[in-house]
């Protein structure tokens, strides 16, 4: 039997679906190449914008043809959209599972107890996608509820994982000679709050931190409200931890930041930023925006656009606001035009263009380590800087998975190009 995960939204996903193959392995599956190929496909999903939706959507009627030509296909949908719509996809999937659900999976599919249903999913041994760059989850589910986001619903209360379980599977991961982790969580910043063992977040980082050997850790999402000094010195001190700050502002207007319910000001936010950059000075910047949340004038959107000028980030997700249910924003009017909010959009990405060239215009030059995560030998690799920064270069040699010295070329907005060194 062989499966295809197809995996729709945020890094936690990636991380999941992770989890998904492993389980999957146990039970004797095999990993499809292609779709086509597949006995059983897997649409691991989000439901945080609509247009996420709408694409699990076309993948199943896609998937529906595709039975007509194998009818032994199974179809699962997996994750954020069968938690909260599990009645409105039942007809349109042989299986229907929450992500904390996935142990009982393992019965639905082979019909045996292989897993305790009630067990944990996260204890489930991942098959990770990459052999150098691994995503360990730290926390699961949110409490914010920022007014626009279904997260707190689809993944419901924040749960922290036990440090000793993180360090472990960090340890096993470097001990196969993994050379990244990426440790995540919806507010990572938050983390430890509800375990009985008090730490936090920047104490988490110290345990990884002194694993011994030479490896990376990346780690997503901040949140404003919740960094703390603490963490800021933790990041510039441990040396495994790499400069890159993931800090989502989503709006850079006080009336609207509190209608998201965010818990921060502009100027806090400004104000970490300054913090952040002084004790990390080649710390890399990116963010999450919202444009057309309800009720957003042009006046409110051009608060957003000055601190985009002013915060010059290295990179930024800008998203059209998209209205969900369950959410409390969803009970106000969605005003803001698709034609403006399209038009609100363009205006940071030309903005981040600009000020995403002059971060990389700083690089060239400079020879940069970085970790090859695509490419074969003879052809254009791609590689990932400390900073998350995409640089090409050439080489002759085979260095997937390997850290290695490259001269910085040329710089453009959305990466870099290098000249392999060593
Ligand atoms: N936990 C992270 C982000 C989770 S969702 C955080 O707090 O920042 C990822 C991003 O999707 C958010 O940062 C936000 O910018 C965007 N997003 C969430 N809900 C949205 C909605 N209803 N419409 C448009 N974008 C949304
Ligand atoms: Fe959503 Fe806010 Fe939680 Fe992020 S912090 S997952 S945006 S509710």
């Known amino acids: 039997m062989k499966y295809f995960i197809q995996t729709y939204g945020c890094q936690m996903n990636k991380s999941d679906s992770e989890r998904i193959a492993g389980m999957l392995k146990s039970l004797g599956y095999k990993k499809a190449s292609s779709e086509c190929k597949a006995d059983l496909v897997v649409l691991n999903t989000c439901v945080?914008?609509?247009?996420?939706?709408?694409?699990v959507y076309g993948k199943l009627k896609n998937l529906e043809k595709l039975k007509v030509q194998n009818p032994k296909l199974k179809v699962a949908v997996i994750g954020c959209?069968?938690?909260?719509?599990?009645?409105?996809?039942?007809?349109?999937?042989d299986l229907v599972s929450s992500i904390e659900e996935l142990p009982k999976l393992s019965q639905l599919l082979k019909n045996i107890e292989y897993?305790?249903?009630?067990?944990?999913?996260?204890?489930?041994?991942?098959?990770?996608?990459?052999?150098?760059?691994?995503?360990?989850?730290?926390?699961?589910g949110c409490n914010n509820?920022?007014?626009?986001?279904?997260?707190?619903?689809?993944?419901?209360?924040?749960?922290?994982?036990?440090?000793?379980?993180?360090?472990?599977?960090?340890?096993?991961?470097?001990?196969?000679?993994?050379?990244?982790?990426?440790?995540?969580?919806?507010?990572?910043?938050?983390?430890?709050?509800?375990?009985?063992?008090?730490?936090?977040?920047?104490?988490?980082?110290k345990k990884v931190n002194n694993i011994a050997s030479d490896f990376w850790v990346w780690f997503v999402t901040s949140h404003p409200k919740d960094m703390?000094?603490?963490?800021?010195?933790?990041?510039?001190?441990?040396?495994k931890v790499c400069p890159y700050v993931h800090l989502p502002v989503q709006s850079g207007n006080n009336v609207i930041l509190k209608a998201m319910n965010r818990g921060?000001?502009?100027?806090?936010?400004?104000?970490?930023?300054?913090?952040?950059?002084?004790?990390?000075?080649?710390?890399?910047l990116s963010t999450d925006i919202i444009v057309g949340f309800p009720g957003e004038t042009k006046k409110q959107f051009q608060d957003t656009v000055n601190l985009f000028k002013k915060v010059k980030f290295d990179m930024a997700y800008i998203a059209q606001y998209s209205p969900r249910p369950k959410t409390a924003a969803y009970k106000l009017k969605d005003n803001v035009s698709p034609g403006e909010k399209k038009k609100r959009e363009k205006i940071l990405t030309d903005i981040l263009k600009e000020t995403a060239l002059e971060h990389n215009k700083k690089l060239v030059e400079k020879i940069v380590e970085i970790l090859v995560e695509t490419g074969k030998r003879g052809s254009t690799l791609m590689g990932k800087t400390k900073s998350l920064k995409t640089v090409?270069?050439?080489?002759?040699?085979?260095?997937?998975g390997q850290i290695v010295k490259v001269k910085i070329t040329?710089?453009?907005?959305?990466?870099?190009?290098?000249?392999?060194?060593?």
């Not at 959209?81 to 999937?93: F, G």
């Not at 472990?168 to 470097?174: C, G, H, P, S």
């Not at 703390?228 to 040396?239: G, H, N, Q, T, W």
């Open 392 to 400: 090409k270069f050439e080489s002759e040699k085979h260095l997937l």
């Open 264 to 284: 921060y000001t502009r100027e806090h936010y400004v104000h970490l930023v300054e913090k952040i950059r002084k004790e990390i000075p080649e710390v890399a």
């Open 410 to 422: 040329q710089a453009m907005s959305w990466g870099l190009k290098g000249k392999y060194v060593k």
């Open 81 to 93: 959209m069968a938690s909260l719509y599990s009645e409105k996809i039942k007809d349109k999937a």
């Open 228 to 239: 703390s000094d603490e963490l800021i010195k933790a990041i510039a001190e441990y040396e």
């Open 145 to 205: 509820f920022c007014s626009y986001c279904v997260v707190p619903y689809a993944r419901g209360k924040e749960r922290s994982r036990p440090a000793k379980e993180i360090i472990k599977e960090v340890t096993n991961l470097i001990k196969k000679g993994y050379k990244a982790i990426t440790l995540v969580g919806q507010n990572v910043n938050s983390y430890g709050h509800n375990l009985d063992k008090e730490i936090n977040f920047a104490q988490l980082l």
């Open 48 to 55: 945080v914008r609509q247009s996420a939706e709408n694409r």
């Open 115 to 140: 897993l305790n249903p009630e067990s944990d999913y996260l204890h489930i041994q991942p098959s990770y996608g990459s052999k150098f760059h691994a995503y360990v989850p730290i926390m699961t």
